[in-house]
Every structure is written in structure tokens, then in C-alpha cells.
């Protein structure tokens, strides 16, 4: 389905996604102790909100919060893996993409996650 066709059908019959099935994924990879696989998830589905924001923002606000709790979430995989110096550089290099091409919307968002994920690590 191309934008046109999205955007004409959620004007008429809005949609909101149920993302739960990802956060439930990565809550379980972090129940396990698999922290990488729960932030490749959690990358993902911030990815896939950040790329497509134009296309779904606009559903009272269920995007910003399931953008947020995912951010965070990655944030907190990231500092509970056991990362060597490298592994760490490209999760946060993801962030720093994020910041640079990512949506306008999201850059403050990007930002303070980065500042935390760097904070966390140096503590």
C-alpha cells in the first residue's frame, strides 16, 4: 500500500498498530538474560516508528509513548549486555544516526537517549 492509499484510508478509518507483540518479544529476550536480541528488537521497533512517523502521527498519541517505552527499553538492554568496547560503538552509533537522519521529531528524543546510554556506560 503506497502513502497515498494509506493516508486516504486513515482519514476515513483511522488506524492504530498494535506493536505489543514486539514489546512482549523483547520483554521476554530480557526475562532470559539476552539483552543483544531484546535491543535488536527494540532497534527495530523504533526504527520502523521513526522511519514512518509521517504515515501514523496522529492516534492520540499511542506512537509517542510506544516510541518512548522502546527507546528506553534499548537503553536499558544495551547497558545491562555485557558489551565489548566495539559492540557497544554500534549501538550507539545507531543513535547517533538516528540524531543525524532520523525524523525531526524524534532528534530531542535520539539525544537524550544517547546522553543516557553514554552515562550509564562510564558509570
Known sequence: MDSQ???????????????????????????????????????????????????????????????????DAYIKCVTAADLSSSEYESYEQFLVERIESGSQIHREQFERALSSLQAAIEE
Do not use: C, M, W
Not at 32 to 54: E, M, P, S, T
Open 5 to 71: 492509499l494509506f493516508d486516504e484510508h486513515t482519514r476515513e478509518f483511522p488506524v492504530v498498530i498494535d506493536f505489543s507483540q514486539f514489546a512482549d518479544l523483547g520483554e521476554r529476550y530480557q526475562d532470559r538474560g539476552r539483552y543483544r536480541q531484546a535491543a535488536a528488537v527494540y532497534r527495530g521497533l523504533v526504527a520502523g516508528i521513526d522511519d514512518n512517523i509521517k504515515l501514523v502521527d496522529g492516534a492520540y498519541d499511542h506512537y509517542a509513548r510506544v516510541f518512548r517505552e522502546g527507546l
